[in-house]
């Protein structure tokens, strides 16, 4: 296929966003006008999941196409270097696509480019390289051009956590600053500025990847002013919550269980709602600057998130726990051929070769992803997340999802197509028991040769030290 016939691909991706929040998913309150725009007139994915949900696991899937037991990230661990043969803008700038990423990429070290030509780095507020001890080349104030940019037109000592808000906490403000600061806007400018400085001989491949939704949650204060006077819906409230953990950390301003006042619980919705839809405005600024361009029409655009946030959910927050909240994803597909509402179970590691058949070519080596343009009858997928007493493993389908947490060796089991918002466990439910047998083993046979030992093939095995990356990836 000759290159002006291949359509530019656009990926958009959040971070920390669940999938339930935005119109076109039925939430009762974001607003989320240009996502929905997309979603109308491409195709949306309610079946989309994270497999592994915190920054950098979640990343490496979408980057390199592989499970994590391929790939090896299966928690959470900062400083640990990305070396991977296969990545997605490798594979595409090999393909003669002019490409660049604009945004978070969270890999290490920090300007790793993975394949991309080029790369204007803004990662959020990461506290591993802000060690006054680093090299100075891996600070954060160094590295990441956003931080730069910041400090070179506001002045040397400001700085994002102005606001007084922590990365990963609950406790939200509106944005000191002008909003055209805010690294939000940040992203947006350099993304548009990319339509004029690109190479017009081949085709773009640009991620523009946003650090919001995730904390801090400090949107302009007209997105605040959006939801302040609106009857918020409440967070979901299993019978399996535990309130005993939500009364011993809900005064920790980054625990992870939330706020146990309810005022400040609101108070945190309407400041992630607020990212959201600061987010979503600043999507509708690329958009325009795709038709100003002339690109819309031979431009694909692929919108997704690494992870959601548990917003209170079940007194939890953040992610990492198996709960719909923190693993379901949105996914979006605009100008690829496909439309209406897509049933099928897809995962970020399927955005790779989904990029690939767009751009008409064969990934250069082996991917466990599956293209996201036709059905993929993917029936199950298997997800985890390392992480001490919420560390956990689990098998989710399109109507059903069995948990199983590693320390305790706890295990859960939720009907979604009945129950989609977990609000009770049927482990206990002696009509579930054949199907909760039936997962188990599909458990077992995910896990067996993991070098956690986990199973033993017949059975699962709680109490086994955890550990966030895998010293021997399973091979494929």
């Not at 680093?134 to 700085?159: C, M, T």
């Not at 198996?322 to 979006?332: A, C, D, F, K």
Request: proline residues 6%; aromatic residues 10%; glycine residues 8%.
């Amino acid at each position: 296929m000759a290159h002006q016939e291949r359509p530019n691909i656009l990926l958009i991706m959040t971070d920390q966003m669940r999938g339930d929040c935005m119109g076109i998913a039925g939430h009762p309150d974001v607003k989320t006008p240009y996502l929905d725009h997309l979603a109308s007139l491409g195709a949306w994915f309610p079946h989309a999941y994270t497999a592994v949900p915190s920054c950098i696991a979640a990343r490496c899937g979408l980057m390199t196409g592989l499970s994590q037991d391929h790939h090896g990230r299966v928690g959470y661990r900062d400083m640990v270097d990305w070396d991977y043969p296969l990545t997605l803008p490798g594979e595409l700038s090999a393909a003669g696509y002019d490409t660049a990423c604009v945004g978070k990429m969270h890999v290490h070290p920090l300007r790793r480019r993975l394949g991309f030509h080029r790369l204007e780095l803004h990662d959020g507020y990461l506290h591993a390289y802000h060690n006054p001890r680093l090299p100075y080349e891996e600070h954060q104030s160094v590295a990441d051009d956003y931080f730069y940019w910041l400090k070179s037109n506001l002045g040397i000592n400001r700085d994002v956590t102005d606001t007084g808000l922590e990365t990963n906490s609950w406790v939200a403000r509106p944005w000191p600053y002008e909003e055209r600061y805010h690294p939000t806007n940040w992203v947006t400018d350099r993304a548009i500025d990319f339509f004029r400085t690109r190479d017009r001989s081949q085709p773009f491949f640009l991620m523009a990847s946003y650090v919001r939704p995730h904390p801090p949650f400090d949107a302009p204060a007209c997105f605040f002013d959006l939801y302040r006077d609106r009857d918020l819906q409440g967070p979901y409230i299993g019978d399996f919550a535990d309130a005993e953990r939500l009364r011993q950390k809900g005064r920790l301003v980054d625990g992870d269980t939330g706020p146990a006042d309810a005022e400040s619980l609101r108070l945190a919705r309407i400041g992630y709602y607020a990212c959201i839809s600061h987010v979503d405005n600043q999507i509708g600024r690329i958009l325009y600057a795709l038709h100003d361009y002339g690109l819309s029409q031979n431009t694909v655009i692929l919108f997704c998130s690494d992870h959601g946030e548990l917003l209170g959910d079940h007194y939890t927050y953040r992610k990492i726990r198996p709960y719909q909240g923190s693993i379901r994803i949105p996914m979006l597909i605009y100008g690829a051929g496909i439309s209406g509402e897509q049933e099928q179970l897809v995962e970020l590691r399927d955005v790779l070769p989904t990029c690939l058949a767009l751009a008409g070519v064969q990934a250069r080596g082996p991917v466990d992803g599956l293209s996201m343009l036709s059905d993929n009858h993917r029936t199950f997928l298997h997800g985890e997340h390392s992480g001490g007493d919420i560390g956990n493993q689990f098998i989710v389908t399109r109507t059903d999802k069995f948990c199983w947490f590693t320390h305790d060796g706890r295990e859960q089991y939720f009907r979604l197509d009945r129950d989609p918002h977990e609000l009770h466990d049927c482990i206990a439910e002696e009509d579930c028991q054949e199907r909760i047998v039936q997962l188990r083993a599909l458990l077992c046979a995910q896990l067996l040769g993991r070098e956690e030992e986990y199973t033993d093939g017949s059975r699962l095995i709680a109490g086994r030290p955890g550990k966030a990356v895998l010293s021997r990836p399973l091979p494929r």
